[in-house]
Every structure is written in C-alpha cells, then in structure tokens.
C-alpha cells in the first residue's frame, strides 16, 4: 500500500507565499504521474498541476505564473510552490501518484491552505 505525506499547509496572508511538499512513507514502485489537485467547500476537486506520463507539465489557468511544480526523484517528492496566493487559493491540497503499469492512483491526505488576511 503507497501511502503518501504531504507537509506545508497552513495560513497565509494573500500576496503570501507556501511551499507544499508530498512524499511517500516508504518504498514506492516507479512513479508515472504525480501532482497536485485541491478541492474548496461546497466545490468539485480539481487540478492543480502536475507531471504528466510524457514529463510534461500542465497546470490551472488561474495558478500559471503563481505556481510552480517540482519535483525530487531521488526522493520520489513533489513539490508546489505557491507564491503571490490570493484567498481564491484556499483549499484543501491533495497529492497524488500513478504508479507505471498500474491503474491504481494514490491520494495524500490533504492539507489545508488558507489565504485571508
């Protein structure tokens, strides 16, 4: 079972910036996809950014040139960097990893992000 940890949530004036980390608890077989997905009250989750199969990255109209998704693959890590955060952005942060050869999709049990001043 892939169990993933995600640290970095918390609260944060708008214009502020935050760093989400996700890594798994243990070993982990090869990773295909990895990213990031949120989901505000009341609303559907979506996606946030993330690598896809290709190595490419594809992120949220409304996130471009606020974020940045990076990863570490000697650590199998992901990271999110969220600057310039607008209370828009509150929600609750999900990671999350396919694994190559699997249909499988493993989710980080969220962290919270709150932009108000």
Do not use: H
């Not at 109209?61 to 509150?90: A, C, H, W």
């Not at 999350?96 to 493993?106: H, I, Q």
Request: glycine content about 12%.
């Amino acid at each position: 079972q892939v169990q993933l940890v995600e640290s970095g949530g918390g609260l944060v004036q708008p214009g502020g910036s935050l760093r989400l980390s996700c890594a798994p608890s243990g070993s982990i077989p090869r990773i295909s996809v990895m990213g990031w997905y949120r989901q505000a009250p009341g609303k559907e989750r979506e996606l946030v950014a993330a690598f896809t199969s290709g190595f490419t990255i594809s992120y949220k109209d409304s996130v471009k040139g606020r974020f940045t998704i990076s990863r570490d693959n000697t650590k199998n890590t992901v990271y999110l960097q969220m600057n310039s955060l607008k209370p828009e952005d509150t929600a609750v942060y999900y990671c999350y990893v396919d694994l190559a050869g699997s249909v499988n999709r493993y989710w980080g049990q969220g962290t919270q992000v709150t932009v108000s001043s």
